[in-house]
């Protein structure tokens, strides 16, 4: 069953605003990550959160997590026409040996 | 970071046949590999887990004959879709977990597209 549900479950905005995506799960978690896929394409791994951090940066990326509330944001800032893909979050609730779940995704089109 | 590869990228059958995907780790050996289903436009469903030299632990739902799985080395596993019919027209994407160098991180394939006629 899906564990984590984003919203919204599409997002167009204009090239140089911020973007934001929600992700809630069900759960508890080891750690939440974030993925980009472009059309038709693998995945990018973009950043993990580990349960006991609230908030990280890498780049224009934020993500935060709310573990009472079971739930993360990622947070795109300056937005690109590049960043245009479907981005996912998941989660890990084994000791490493599980595969990750994955919510139903959030597709960003960014206007230039 | 390391680097996984799928073969094929796409394939086309015809309803009946067999199809093999493969998923090869190519600079690290992989304890464990993941495989994942994704119909267009939705999320990537977890099918089964496979350790090397031993039996992939498939989800709930996923028929184990009809998907083949087999990891034979710690750089090797191949998905077979045994009989495909329509219904099994998707994306499959492969991920792979080394536990030492890599810390446990997944790394994903590009996806192999199948499209049975």
């Known amino acids: 069953s899906q564990q984590g549900e984003e919203d919204p479950q599409a997002l167009s905005i204009q090239e140089g605003e911020n973007a934001t995506m929600n992700c809630s799960y069900k759960?508890?978690?080891?750690?939440l990550q974030w993925y980009r896929q472009n059309s038709g394409r693998g995945l990018v791994h973009l950043i993990l959160?580990?349960?006991?951090?609230r908030e990280k940066h890498s780049g224009r990326l934020r993500v935060t997590l709310d573990t009472s509330k079971k739930s993360s944001s990622l947070l795109i800032t300056a937005s690109r026409a590049a960043d245009t893909a479907s981005y996912f979050c998941?989660?890990?609730?084994?000791?490493?040996?599980?595969?990750?779940?994955f919510g139903k995704g959030t597709h960003l089109i960014i206007q230039p | 970071g390391a680097v996984v590869s799928q073969h094929p990228s796409w394939v086309i059958c015809k309803s009946g046949t067999s199809v093999k995907i493969e998923c090869r780790s190519l600079?690290?050996?992989?304890?464990?590999m993941f495989w994942y289903r994704q119909f267009p436009k939705q999320s990537l469903m977890l099918m089964a887990t496979?350790?090397?030299?031993?039996?992939?632990?498939?989800e709930q739902g996923v028929e184990k004959d009809k998907f083949l799985i087999n990891h034979a080395s710690l750089t090797l596993s191949t998905l077979t879709v045994t009989s495909a019919h329509p219904e099994d027209s998707s994306f499959y994407i492969c991920?792979?977990?080394?536990?030492?160098?890599?810390?446990?991180?997944?790394?994903f394939g590009e996806g192999s597209r199948l499209t049975v006629l």
């Open positions: 991920s792979a977990r080394e536990l030492v160098v890599y810390a446990g991180e997944l790394f």
């Open positions: 759960t508890s978690i080891n750690n």
């Open positions: 959160i580990r349960s006991n951090e």
């Open positions: 998941a989660t890990a609730s084994g000791g490493g040996a599980d595969g990750l779940t």
């Open positions: 600079d690290f050996q992989a304890t464990t």
């Open positions: 496979s350790n090397e030299g031993s039996k992939a632990t498939y």
